[in-house]
């Protein structure tokens, strides 16, 4: 077991394997995990709570540009994805990461995006 987190360095915390798990729509992550995250860091407590949000925004990102047969194309699933993104960003802002993972800019483009669908992505 490694001793310093793979993200942001820091040593002499307990450290956690992100369990990849689940995805935020209840698929199986492997579907979408580029080969860099079939292999999971170790984390510290922060940093794992900010890995499992970046996760969540990756699949709601490719959801949201998959076009036709999207999850995000049913109602609630937007609406769930709305909210998580909310959420995420509250506990960016107060949470006191270290943002190596996930950069608030990059929240908030993608809060803007399901905002503001493209033009024929909804019903
Ligand atoms: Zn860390």
């Not at 292999?39 to 076009?67: F, H, N, T």
Request: proline residues 9%.
């Amino acid at each position: 077991m490694p001793s310093a987190c793979d993200a942001c360095g820091t040593t002499g915390t307990p450290l956690a394997k992100v369990s990849l798990g689940r995805d935020f729509f209840g698929q199986v992550y492997d579907r979408l995990t580029p080969t860099s995250d079939r292999s999971p860091a170790w984390y510290c407590p922060l940093c794992s709570e900010e890995k499992r949000m970046q996760l969540d925004c990756r699949v709601i990102r490719e959801a949201a540009r998959a076009g036709e047969g999207s999850p995000l194309a049913a109602p609630a699933a937007l609406e769930r994805a709305r909210t998580r993104l909310g959420e995420i960003a509250v506990r960016l802002k107060d949470g006191g990461f270290h943002g190596k993972l996930l950069p608030m800019a990059e929240v908030e483009a993608l809060r803007a995006e399901l905002e503001n669908p493209p033009a024929g992505a909804t019903p």
